[in-house]
Nanobody, 124 residues
Framework: EVQLVESGGGLVRSGGSLRLSCAAS????????IGWFRQAPGKEREGVSC????????VYADSVKGRFTVSSDNAKSTVYLQMNNLKPEDAAVYYC?????????????????WGQGTQVTVSQ
């Protein structure tokens, strides 16, 4: 059974940091790219970052460049999203997703598997 389990969300003040984790199981992790997406109330889900498990290439949305860092521990089949200098507009439910292939992309329609999400709340 394919599983993607996010953790690490919570409440943080503006300017603070959080590290999200995405633990994957049930598929060949090294053959997939893992993406992070977020959805705020009343807004569409949007891509945040992605990492290719095979070659480590990464992609970031412009809104998070320089503040967020995605990394992968292939031995643990886990991807992390380090989020620094958080802003109120970063508040959302964050999802990780898996895409078969080596190309890192933020095109959410191409992803095969999704986690249930973790809430990130950023106070003023």
């Amino acid at each position: 059974e394919v599983q993607l389990v996010e953790s690490g969300g919570g409440l943080v003040r503006s300017g603070g940091s959080l590290r999200l984790s995405c633990a994957a199981s049930g598929f060949a992790f090294d053959d997939y790219a893992i993406g992070w997406f977020r959805q705020a109330p009343g807004k569409e889900r949007e891509g945040v970052s992605c990492i290719s498990s095979s070659d480590g290439s990464t992609v970031y949305a412009d809104s998070v460049k320089g503040r967020f860092t995605v990394s992968s521990d292939n031995a643990k089949s886990t991807v992390y999203l380090q989020m620094n200098n958080l802003k109120p507009e970063d508040a959302a439910v964050y999802y990780c997703a898996a895409l078969y292939g080596v190309v890192a992309t933020l095109r959410l329609g191409e992803y095969d598997y999704w986690g249930q999400g973790t809430q990130v709340t950023v106070s003023q």
